[in-house]
């Protein structure tokens, strides 16, 4: 494989990473806070299709991603009552939440496009474009340093340059401020944090709506910057990839960086090598695209004893009286 080939796959990897990267750091914010969400499919698939719904109708991509965002976090909404408010399972209510939003995307767009639960295509200003960085072309003509600035860095949608910026963000909310540390309190100890006064069902709400945030921006990016439109079960299992890349990361902005950026360059390795031939046996195309979900099973059998969640993580708090 040439240089050029080397900065087409990695480029490739990192689109195909921002959609988990956001995933992967809205589970963070969620688990942190102690409130385990396995619907992060369900918040991406539900936002993919509004915000493809919405870019269609009215041809204005920034419109759709709002609309988007508003699906996930409706879906945000919900796993909050039932699983804070009302104190449910909140695994129960993940997957209710996976369930709910795969038959809906089918059905309503169905009911809307008659296209089978596809959304028309996505042209012009109903998708995001491509951001051309300062200088790029300027140096792209310099060794090692211009192709990755010009040809790897720049040339990417607006979503891709937000998601690496959320993660030196997540890190400074979680690690610098008020609401951050108090938010890794209540994961870890939520009786403590009650008593200082802090509302423990103010905090985990807050830490789930930022989860469906995320996974709003995920979704959008998914349907209007990787993809041209929605198509049925578009996420594909990204947002379990994403829960596995965060055990992997043990629950940290940066180590998810690196985490989702694997997952991405297995997968780009997968859509560039259809088949491999390795000591003279041909590793046939399936197996090469199921690579990243390989890596997901090893990960959730060799980590998943070792990586530590929050020791409150998934139990409904109950105040004292």
């Known amino acids: 494989m040439d240089y050029a080939g080397l900065i087409q796959i990695l480029d490739s990897a990192l689109r195909l990473s921002t959609p988990l990267l956001f995933a992967c750091l809205a589970g963070l914010f969620s688990e942190r806070a102690g409130v ?3 619907g992060l499919e369900g918040k991406i698939l539900a936002s993919a299709f509004l915000s493809a719904a919405m870019a269609a109708y009215t041809g204005n991509v920034w419109l759709g991603m709002f609309a988007g965002i508003l699906a996930s976090l409706m879906l945000a909404t919900i796993h909050g009552m039932a699983s804070i408010t009302f104190r449910g399972n909140q695994l129960i209510s993940g ?11 089918v059905v309503i767009g169905e009911a809307w496009f008659g296209l089978g639960g596809r959304t028309p295509q996505l042209e012009g200003a109903a998708r995001f474009g491509e951001l051309t960085l300062p200088f790029a072309d300027a140096i792209r003509g310099i060794p090692f340093i211009g192709p990755i600035y010009a040809d790897l860095l720049s040339g990417h949608s607006i979503l891709v340059y937000v998601a690496l910026l959320c993660v030196p963000l997540t890190w400074w909310i979680l690690s610098r401020t008020r609401f951050g540390l108090r938010l890794r309190a209540v994961g870890e100890n939520p009786a403590a944090v ?4 802090v509302s ?7 830490a789930v709506m930022i989860c469906g945030l995320l996974c709003g921006l995920a979704g959008a ?7 041209a439109g929605f198509v049925k079960e578009m996420s594909a ?6 829960l596995a890349a965060l055990i992997f990361a043990k629950w940290r902005p940066w180590h998810a960086l690196g985490a989702t950026f694997l997952f991405g360059l297995l997968e780009a390795l997968g859509n560039r090598f259809q088949s491999l031939e390795l000591l003279g046996i ?4 399936q197996f090469m695209q199921a690579l990243p979900y390989i890596l997901t099973v090893v990960i959730l059998a060799g980590f998943v004893g070792r990586a530590i969640p929050p020791r409150a993580g998934g139990e409904p708090y109950v105040k004292e009286r």
Request: glycine share 12%; hydrophobic share 55%; no cysteine.
């Open 200 to 206: 423990v069902v103010g905090l985990r709400f807050a």
């Open 221 to 227: 990016y998914l349907a209007t910057a990787l993809s």
């Open 194 to 197: 009650d008593t200082a006064g």
């Open 95 to 105: 997957v209710a939440i996976n369930f709910l939003a795969s038959g809906l995307t």
């Open 36 to 38: 385990f969400d396995i």
């Open 282 to 285: 041909t590793i046939p195309t």
């Open 237 to 242: 299992g990204r947002g379990f990839i994403a």
